[in-house]
């Protein structure tokens, strides 16, 4: 995890970094630094907490020079503290670093013994002293860096600076993602796209076991062992405001009114409703393939994972072949059955999850073929995966995933649908009626939306419980494990989701008026169950909150509060019924004042194991 930015050309370095920084703050907040090179001199500024900690520290001693790298942390190696954040100098040398050495401790033990200190309670200050003790011996940044990496077994991204030789920034990339941005006269590097964003739309993803080394005017990528590779620049189309609050008090409040702009892109150039089909332009599977698929693993981890439990009911609905579901974390270590006509299919919105990264290579590697549903644009799982069905929600800030997960809804759908198609399941007819359905949904979305202050309302109610209960049936129940783990993670409420029907076998011994219960109960085809789990909770002193599709005139009796979403075909509710676990969450998260884009403890993109 942890964010790395790096910069080398004519401008002052420090607040390219800070802003890189703070767009990177959702891959860890728990302390920053920067290091900045002027004539031959580090200037090294590093603070625990937030960026803003950083930030104030450099305005009371600035730190000047036009190469500079910097960090944004998550701690695995040592707690959160001054001297724990980086980047850590050894000598001459200096390094950012996002990721885990796995031997760090035999390499440390190694240059302890050769007469090194360490200061730091961290992997990364090793990777500096190693780097280090090269340098002294052969005298040249570049090698001495290919030397060190060689060693390092692990994941990493680094920059690093060396101030005898202030005309370089190297950096290089092992399992952690890195992008190298191309200036006029000047080059930029960060662990992922929206930190260079205000700067350049030209990008390079360098990939594992390469390194770049920069000077303002030139690059050069080769592989660790020198050899010189050519790399094409890509043009990132994602638009710098995208990436800012645009006027919303939080990210996740601005992300969670983008949806239905979210879910038209994903759908947008994607329905053939003449010929009642669907295109998916980089699947990279043929409708012959898809038609001898003879099952489908599904492997993701946090809210991706929601959402691949209700693309289940989708796949194995529409296309009538089997789907098994697995956390990531739980897939690669099971010895998985993995049959040639099989497809894994990894949901992840920032393709870098570790956990579903090891799935991805465990699937390919008993040769099951792969297709990951992701967000971010030529990430490492896109890169691996045989073919990739973009979800084109833009770029998610807020920790909270929450247009993420309604357009993987939607991408699963897509799938689903032409996966029915290909094997003759699906009749164009039944097609084209999911396809008039799926358009009217962003302006449904619209009226989902518009449900705001009557859920902060809600929120009031209701912001002292210190546990809540979601329950939910069929494509629902996912949703209700994504409405509690959204309220955890961000309001430090405890919540559970259940399916509802199994209520009455446990946590139906929790039941009193202080335990807030949400009941997913939109008109599909377990209403009436759902109704009569309801009862039981009411009938217990349970405090209702429902959430119904259209005026549910019986409901509304019998409970709390009743939150009504527009009504659509049952396969679509779960996209309407997300909004109101969405503001729920975000509403009682901010009444009680916690820091709703950046909850403690958690970082968006999870890339250690
Ligand atoms: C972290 C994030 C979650 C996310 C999960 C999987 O836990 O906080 O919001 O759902 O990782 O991330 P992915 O990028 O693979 O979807």
Same mark, same amino acid.
Not at 391 to 402: D, K, L, N, Q, R
């Given at each position: 995890m942890c964010g790395i930015v790096g910069y080398i050309g004519q401008q002052e370095a420090s607040p390219i970094i800070i802003d890189g920084l703070r767009r990177l703050e959702y891959r860890g907040y728990d302390s920053a630094g920067i290091c900045t090179l002027e004539k031959g001199e580090t200037q090294i500024r590093r603070a625990e907490g937030k960026l803003l900690n950083l930030e104030k520290l450099l305005h009371e001693r600035p730190a000047e020079g036009t190469r500079g790298i910097g960090h944004t942390r998550w701690a695995? !190696?040592?707690?959160?503290s001054e001297i724990n954040a980086h980047p850590h100098k050894a000598g001459a040398i200096v390094v950012v670093h996002n990721g885990i050495i796995e031997n760090y401790l035999k390499l440390k033990a190694r240059l302890a013994a050769a007469g090194h200190n360490f200061?730091?309670?961290?992997?990364?200050e090793i990777i500096a002293h190693l780097v280090e003790d090269h340098y002294r011996r052969i005298g040249n940044f570049e090698a001495a860096v290919r030397a060190a990496l060689g060693e390092a077994e692990g994941a990493y991204a680094v920059a690093i600076l060396c101030q005898d030789e202030p005309d370089k920034l190297i950096a290089a990339k092992q399992g952690a993602p890195l992008v190298i941005g191309q200036g006029i006269g000047e080059f930029f590097v960060a662990s992922d796209i929206p930190a260079m964003l205000s700067h350049t739309r030209e990008m390079i993803f360098l990939e594992d076991g390469e390194i770049a080394v920069f000077t303002p005017e030139q690059m050069k990528i080769t592989d660790l062992a020198g050899q010189p590779l050519v790399k094409q620049s890509r043009t990132i189309t994602?638009? =710098? #405001?995208?990436?800012?609050?645009?006027?919303?008090?939080?990210f996740m409040l601005k992300e969670i009114h983008e949806q239905p702009r979210a879910l038209a892109d994903t759908i947008a150039g994607r329905l053939q409703g003449d010929e009642g089909d669907v295109y998916?332009?980089?699947?990279? #599977?043929?409708d012959q393939q898809l038609a001898g698929l003879d099952k489908v693993f599904i492997i993701a981890c946090g809210t991706s994972w929601h959402a691949g439990l209700v693309g289940k009911f989708y796949i194995e609905k529409l296309a009538r072949v089997p789907v098994e579901i697995d956390i990531a974390s739980e897939f690669r270590y099971r010895d998985p059955i993995v049959g040639k006509d099989s497809l894994t299919l990894l949901i992840s919105?920032?393709?870098?999850?570790a956990d579903t990264l090891a799935g991805l290579r465990e699937a390919k590697g008993k040769g099951g073929r792969a297709v990951c549903i992701c +967000?971010?644009?030529?990430s490492s799982i896109a890169r691996e995966s045989d073919g990739v069905i973009y $979800?084109?929600?833009? =770029?998610?800030?807020?920790?909270?995933?929450?247009k993420a997960f309604t357009t993987q809804l939607i991408a699963l759908y897509l799938f689903a649908l032409k996966l029915g198609r290909a094997r003759g399941v699906l009749s164009a007819d039944d097609c084209r009626a999911q396809v008039q359905e799926l358009l009217a949904l962003p302006r449904k979305l619209e009226e989902a939306l518009e449900l705001d202050a009557e859920i902060e309302q809600i929120a009031k109610e209701f912001m002292h419980a210190r546990d809540f209960l979601y329950l939910g049936r069929g494509n629902q129940y996912p949703i209700a494990l994504e409405g509690a783990l959204k309220l955890k993670e961000i309001s430090y409420i405890h919540a559970e989701g259940y399916p509802a029907g199994e209520m009455? !076998?446990? =946590?139906?011994?929790?039941?009193?008026? +202080?335990l807030p219960v949400v009941v997913l109960a939109p008109? +599909?085809? $377990?209403y009436d169950k759902v109704v009569s789990n309801m009862e039981e909770v009411c009938a217990r002193g349970g405090k209702v909150i429902a959430v119904a599709s259209g005026p549910d005139a019986g409901l509304e009796e019998k409970v709390a509060a009743l939150i009504q979403v527009p009504e659509t075909s049952d396969d679509l509710l779960p996209i309407l019924t997300s909004v109101p676990m969405q503001l729920l969450a975000y509403h009682i998260a901010v009444l009680k004042g916690t820091d709703v884009d950046q909850p403690r403890n958690l970082a968006k993109s999870v890339t250690v194991e």
């Open positions: 695995t !190696h040592g707690r959160p200061k730091s309670e961290t992997d990364t994602w638009s =710098p #405001l995208m990436a800012e609050k645009g006027g919303y008090r939080h998916l332009e980089d699947l990279g #599977l043929d919105q920032s393709g870098e999850t +967000n971010v644009v030529d $979800t084109h929600a833009g =770029p998610e800030i807020g920790v909270a995933s929450t009455k !076998h446990g =946590p139906i011994a929790l039941i009193d008026e +202080n008109r +599909n085809a $377990t």
